[in-house]
């Protein structure tokens, strides 16, 4: 299906029928003196809500994480 192209003026005067349109599926865009500008897509809904803690007890961060890094490897990272 080909994108339909409306001025930013007449988009203006029929924003809520043209948006309806866009979530029904319509490609849709914005011109301004017949030049393309924007295109309007909807919102792509979030497939599942996240769920905060759901890894809880899942996953285990060693006690020394953060410790530093042994000399030979940092000489490495430096010789790049």
Same mark, same amino acid.
């Given at each position: 299906?080909?994108?339909?192209?409306? =001025?930013?003026? %007449?988009?203006?005067?029929?924003?809520?029928? *043209?948006?309806? %349109? $866009?979530? =029904?599926?319509?490609? *849709?865009?914005?011109?301004?003196?017949?030049?393309?500008? $924007?295109?309007?897509?909807?919102? %792509? +809904?979030?497939?599942?809500?996240?769920?905060?803690?759901?890894?809880?007890? +899942?996953?285990?961060?060693?006690? #020394? !994480?953060?410790?530093?890094?042994?000399?030979?490897?940092?000489? #490495? !990272? %430096?010789?790049?």
């Amino acid at each position: 299906m080909k994108p339909s192209t409306i =001025n930013i003026h %007449e988009a203006k005067t029929h924003l809520s029928r *043209l948006v309806d %349109e $866009v979530c =029904n599926g319509k490609e *849709l865009i914005l011109a301004k003196a017949g030049k393309p500008l $924007v295109k309007l897509v909807p919102l %792509e +809904k979030a497939k599942t809500p996240r769920t905060p803690g759901f890894l809880k007890g +899942k996953i285990k961060i060693s006690a #020394d !994480f953060d410790a530093p890094l042994p000399k030979d490897w940092l000489d #490495d !990272f %430096e010789k790049s």
